[in-house]
């Protein structure tokens, strides 16, 4: 084994996806391209009322209009949105009551993810909302949630069953033309989750949904409306892996979170679709807007990583509206081989004495580019608002890079604005001091990026902790010897 | 235990050991001294297998086995440690995560189960009590502003969770303070035993006071140029290295 950075670096580069099989399962999938009337066909097959149809068309020629943006630091040929099928559910769409029930070839599926039902059904408290391929085909813990009133359910089924709630909110946060791609989604987003939480209501247990990518060729838009009414407390879990591909798939989600007076959201995700090969074919490109809103005392942390994807362009945002509120941004991007994450958050600062947190860690390796682009904005009228962001990289080997773009735009004088930000190194005096205790060298590497990620990792769920300490093993270990 | 012989090894195309020979028996405590760049760190790398330096001529055996082929975490797993002269800093892993993880390597090389949790900290606490260690120090970030004599304690204090057979301390006395020395010879010394061997490297005769060196070897442009009891290290302190120096060029 070679402790090199020359060496390490090539041994980073040989990493294989662990996670690349793909399932058969019968999917009923529409023509590939996008007009009005896939717009409409989508919305038929899902039995949505009228509003939502006339919705979607609205977001869709809201699209037609609109040029796809290229300012992030990241590189890669365009997809080609004509040649997509923007629809795809599994043939089979049985509504099971227990998770026995459920087709043993997704079980299996889930086992090979390391993510058994199993297991979850074991860890109490968590209830699994599985959206595969764009229909949820399993939900657990339901009767237990709506014993205390709270909404749990796909976006599809809430479209019909709460329609007053998506109504109101659908599009508050992130409006339909928001941006190329939240337009994209508004017009064809097959599934998805939504959540409520009535007043005074402290969700008993973290919500969980695992994402996937399965069918050759679907492009995937979920759509997630998570609202915490006043005084309410809700934390969420977003989890995804992908099946290996060779052409890119394309990903365009959407998130919506709504903090009303001194509730508190607390969203996390850890991502690891396939990031392309070695030679930077195939993998996901992951374009997702995510925003929430915070009203009065109200508080939103958004806790990510991210391992996988060739393309990632990402910006969990908080808008501040409310005076005293809470916006949080906890991030640890991994990037390697040919894989380009642009991540970062946006804080906007609307009312007074609103505070905002930004700790994002990047991780580069192989020949890929890890950017951190984040805005900080304090409003004329937000008085005393305060914000502190720290940015770190960690880089191995000479052929990556990393890259920090902070904005700041405070157009009020009491503000109070602190970035900081360091690049260090995996030394070879590190690898060595892990070597001569007797730690192998993959091993070193996975406890410094832990180190590294710590104060992140710390602010995750301890289930998902453990999932992600294993991700970062994974996406940058595997590889060595 | 360790047997060298001829030992040559350069590091970026510069030698800087030139024949070096030793060799220890269990049981055995040897002191190497030697002045600034004579190559005394450079030994101990070597024996612990950097990769970044090569052995051009000459043999390292280990219980009768070469290991000059192995790598440095193999090399641990036989049971060789090193206290380093200048410890790195792990941010963000604690000395306990850091030391479980070393223990639990070293027992999966040897075919066994990690540790019991309860077991850890039982030795944990024995080890830190030995070397008057508190234990919130333990959950502090390896080396990550330690004092100088803090790394250095805690660099036994992993000698003594590790229970090697070989260990070398590279100026371990550097930067302690009067009782730490104390204590951390006091804690070298119980750990002592008729399998296990150490190396001393150090510039001070003080800490030879506490561990008493059964050999003292004079390390000088990479070779070991004269070697004795431990009246060798007095007769050093008093006269420094010139006289070793005419011996060697005369
Ligand atoms: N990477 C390197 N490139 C070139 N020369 C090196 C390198 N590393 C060490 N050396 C040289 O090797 C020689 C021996 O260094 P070493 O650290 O072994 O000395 P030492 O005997 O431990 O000294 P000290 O008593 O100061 O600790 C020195 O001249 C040093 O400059
Ligand atoms: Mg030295």
Known sequence: MAYTEEELKKELETQEYAYGFYTDIEADTLPIGLNEDIVRAISKKKNEPEWMTEWRLEAFRAWEQMEEPDWANVHYEKPDFQSISYYSAPKKKPQYESLDEVDPELLDTFNKLGISIDEQKKLTGVAVDIVMDSVSVATTFKKTLAEKGIIFCSISEAIKEHSELVKKYLGTVVPQKDNFYAALNSAVFSDGSFCYIPKGVRCPMELSTYFRINQAGTGQFERTLVIADESSYVSYLEGCTAPMRDENQLHAAVVELIALDDAEIKYSTVQNWFPGGKDGKGGVFNFVTKRGLCEKNAKISWTQVETGSAVTWKYPSCILKGDNSIGEFYSIAVTNNYQQADTGTKMIHLGNNTRSTIISKGISAGKSQNSYRGLVQVGSRAANARNFSQCDSLLMGNNCGAHTFPYIEAKNKTAQIEHEATTSKIGEDQIFYCNQRGIDTEKAIALIVNGFSKEVLNKLPMEFAVEAQKLLEISLEGSVG | ?250
Do not use: C
């Open chain 2, 1 to 250: 235990m360790l047997k060298i012989e001829n030992l040559h090894a350069s590091i970026e195309d510069k030698e800087i050991l030139k024949g070096l020979g030793i060799e220890v028996k269990p049981g055995e405590v040897h002191a190497i001294m030697g002045p600034n760049g004579a190559g005394k760190s450079t030994l101990s790398s070597v024996i612990a297998g950097r990769e970044e330096y090569e052995v051009t001529e000459g043999s390292i055996e280990f219980e009768g086995e070469d290991i000059n082929e192995l790598e440095a975490d193999e090399r641990a797993h036989k049971g060789i440690f090193m206290s380093f002269q200048y410890p790195v800093e792990i941010p963000g892993i604690s000395v306990t995560n850091f030391i479980k993880t070393a223990i639990n390597s070293n027992r999966k090389a040897q075919g066994l189960e990690d540790m019991p949790a309860n077991e850890m900290l039982k030795k944990i606490k024995e080890k830190a009590a030995l070397l008057d260690i508190d234990m919130k120090f333990l959950s502090r970030s390896l080396n990550e502003g330690f004092s100088g004599g803090e790394k250095k304690r805690n660099e036994i204090f992993q000698m003594a969770m590790l229970e090697p057979k070989l260990a070398i301390l590279d100026e371990t006395d550097s930067g302690l303070d009067i009782d730490a020395l104390k204590i951390v010879a006091n804690g070298v010394n119980k750990l002592k035993s008729a399998d296990n061997a150490v190396i001393v490297i150090t510039h001070y005769q003080r800490l030879l006071d506490y561990i008493v060196p059964d050999f003292v070897h004079v390390l000088f442009d990479g070779k070991i140029v004269k070697s004795g009891t431990k009246e060798l290290a007095l007769e050093l302190e008093a006269k420094g290295y010139d006289w070793i120096k005419q011996e060697v060029t005369a």
